[in-house]
């Protein structure tokens, strides 16, 4: 067994992972190496009930835990290069650099969040959210704020419209696709949480984008659309997406996957890169699956089964059963969920649809890939065994 894990990044992955390392006995020692100055922290809340209430830091463990456990955190401390033949990481700490050797490493480094790209994205009043400190910055602008734009509508960007208008802001949220979460739901079931947000008085304008962000004296003042329409917003959400910031692995000869199968390091299906004793989970990795195909999944269940799986492994334990890919998302009083791996182009069964609360499932080639709902979590639920085996759709529209 190896003698040391060094985990590069705190966040969910790496707390994840020191927890299950320990959780299967192993008592080498553990060190987890991250930029931020905060523990190990949840993300999910931060567009959420960060932004609604004022809830403070969501750690993911207790503050003693990490000493308590015999794991080394060291805050504000980046790896900035990665050594697989001598087996060591280098680090940046207060303007100092340091090697930290390793018998094993673990890449859990997550997404940097993508910057609007056009003018405008430095005046004040332009938010994005990936850290504690991003969704404490938004937080304090909200409430003498009256229009946001929220520039995307994905995950991030329709929770964050939820947030801002469950908090009394006229938000527009401006979206080039032509319904809310449509690369990763389809246009239809898009376009069911699409209404949800008009309910809820949020305005919605697919099928156009953001050419510039307007300002004076330093403060956003509106937005410029593709066709020269300004809208006025003293605060503006930025939610186009995030990218692995993989600086860090540059002359490692660690394999970064093509950008068509997602980008990120490339790992085989248990997070093995091609380097000895280097795996990569959460965000940042790109696993294979069995057949080979290669993506990258940035939702929260699929970064804590890595980190268990990829301590399973460390630890020599036996490894967990396969499971079915999950995600959630919080909007206004409604989770929506999906369940299993659906793909653009997969035929939409809606099953139920209330107008507001609905199920749909997805299928290709007549058998079942996933599930959706928004309020309808058992349901939803009930249907995961079918995902775990070979469901005909047939069997479960009768
Ligand atoms: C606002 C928001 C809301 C979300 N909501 C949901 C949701 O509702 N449902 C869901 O399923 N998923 C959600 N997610 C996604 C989920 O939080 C992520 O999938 C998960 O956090 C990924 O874990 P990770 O460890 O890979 O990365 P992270 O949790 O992002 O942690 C990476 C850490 O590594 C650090 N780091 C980066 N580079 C270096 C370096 N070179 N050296 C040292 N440290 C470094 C970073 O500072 C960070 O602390 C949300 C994410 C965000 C940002």
Request: net charge negative; proline share 6%; hydrophobic share 40%.
């Amino acid at each position: 067994m190896t003698d040391s894990v060094v985990i590069a990044g705190g966040g969910l992955g790496a707390s994840r992972l020191a927890e299950n390392l320990r959780g299967n006995g192993f008592t080498a020692p553990i060190t987890i190496l991250s930029a931020e100055s905060h523990p190990p922290y949840d993300r999910p809340p931060l567009s959420k009930s960060v932004l609604t209430a004022d809830d403070g830091r969501t750690d993911l463990k207790a503050p003693d835990f990490y000493a308590e456990s015999g794991i080394e955190l060291r805050l504000d401390t980046r790896v900035v290069a990665v050594d697989p033949a001598a087996h060591h990481v280098v680090t940046e700490h207060g303007g100092q650099r340091t090697e930290v050797p390793y018998g094993t490493l673990v890449l859990a480094t997550g997404l940097a969040p993508r910057p609007f790209p056009g003018d405008g994205a430095d005046l004040a009043g332009v938010h994005m959210i990936r850290t504690y400190d991003d969704a404490v910055a938004l937080r304090d602008e909200i409430g003498a704020a009256q229009r946001a734009v929220v520039i995307g509508a994905g995950f991030i960007g329709c929770e964050a419209a939820a947030s801002l208008t469950t908090r009394g802001v006229d938000v527009t949220v401006i979206e080039p696709a032509p319904a809310p979460l449509a690369a990763a739901l389809g246009e239809e079931i898009g376009g069911f949480v699409g209404r949800l947000h008009k309910e809820a008085g949020a305005a919605i304008r697919t099928g156009t984008g953001v050419t510039r962000l307007l300002g004076g004296d330093g403060r956003v003042s509106g937005v410029e659309l593709d066709d020269r329409t300004v809208l006025p917003a003293d605060l503006v959400v930025v939610g186009i997406g995030g990218y692995p910031d993989l600086a860090y692995l540059e002359g490692s000869g660690i394999e970064i996957a093509d950008r068509p199968e997602g980008g990120g390091i490339a790992c085989d299906e248990r997070g093995r890169t091609g380097a000895p004793d280097v795996y990569a989970v959460g965000d940042a990795a790109n696993w294979a699956d069995a057949q080979g195909n290669r993506r990258r999944v940035e939702h929260w269940n699929h970064t804590v089964e890595q980190a268990v799986l990829v301590a399973a492994q460390i630890a020599e334990h036996p490894l967990p059963a396969p499971t079915v890919p999950y995600f959630w998302s919080d909007q206004y009083d409604l989770k929506v969920q999906l369940l299993g791996s659906p793909r653009a182009g997969d035929e939409v069964h809606v099953v139920d649809d209330d107008g507001r609360k609905f199920l749909a499932y997805y299928s290709r080639d007549g058998i079942l890939t996933g599930v959706v709902g928004a309020g309808r979590v058992g349901k939803l639920m009930k249907t995961r065994p079918h995902l775990l085996i070979e469901t005909p759709i047939a069997d479960l529209l009768t």
